[in-house]
């Protein structure tokens, strides 16, 4: 792979070069993706084959290049602290930018989206490796990314009720699963995942509270271990409540739940923040 050659493609403001095949331009591209060099996986591959998906370059190739990504997304899968979790989290992100071409153009057949749908989802609950920032790497966030594969999917239309359900439960099993504390944004990603399923105003909240509640009662779960911190299972779900809260709370496009959501909110709060978040009586 010439770093120069792709540079020179950037330079040029990411003109499709004509000198190669665009076949061969993408897989160069995505052996890119897996890359630990965040120059080649950051800097050119998914920036070229974002902008060149937002520009319909790929649309008469769609199908194909999700199917190629959604085969990313089980590379390594199961390992942990390897470079395999880039090309797994960079998968995704490629492939949340084919869904969202679709969700515009409508290229894609239904079967395929809920297909890619279902291997995102098997992926995100799967994956071991929930490193934010590597240094010296990059970042991975495969949490982060997976949380805006699952905003995109939660916009298209062949994604219903049901199926918009499940999104949220896996949000809900993905924070509460995590056995790392998610620092570097990925609650906020998840909150974002979040209002995307409930603006499209089919989920109901007699769906939604016990969901919150769910997410509530590990926030709240402090338990007393010895032998590790007894924060360490509760912080996650608390991070997503919180940043949840404060976006349903500030968005310029709130959900069309957003005052019943945001007294739902609020009693999750105070309830698995005791000490600083009760009322006061009398």
Partial sequence: MATAYWQQVLSKGLTVPTDRPLDDLTAELATMLGSPDPALRDGIAYPAMATWIGRGVYDDLLVGLGDGMATGLGVGLGERGTDTVFRRSFSALVLAEVIDRDNIARLVPAGRVMDWADRIVAWYLREQDLRGYVPGAGWAHAAAHGADAIGVLAKSPHIA??????????????????????????????????????????????????????????????????????????????????????????????????????????????????????????
């Fill in 161 to 282: 009720t049901p199926e918009l359900t499940v999104l949220l439960d896996v949000i809900a099993d993905r924070v509460i699963s995590a056995d790392v504390v998610l620092l570097s944004g990925e609650p906020d990603r998840m909150a974002s995942a979040v209002l995307a399923v409930l603006r499209r105003d089919q989920v109901p909240l007699k769906v939604i509270e016990p969901w919150i509640a769910r997410i509530a009662g590990s926030a709240g779960s402090i338990g007393n271990p010895e032998d590790r911190d007894p924060y360490l299972g509760s912080a996650n779900p608390q991070a997503l409540l919180r940043a949840l809260y404060l976006q349903v709370e500030l968005a310029a496009d709130p959900p069309p739940v957003r005052a019943d959501l945001l007294l739902v909110l609020v009693d999750a709060l105070r309830a698995t923040n005791p000490f600083t978040l009760a009322k006061r009586r009398g």
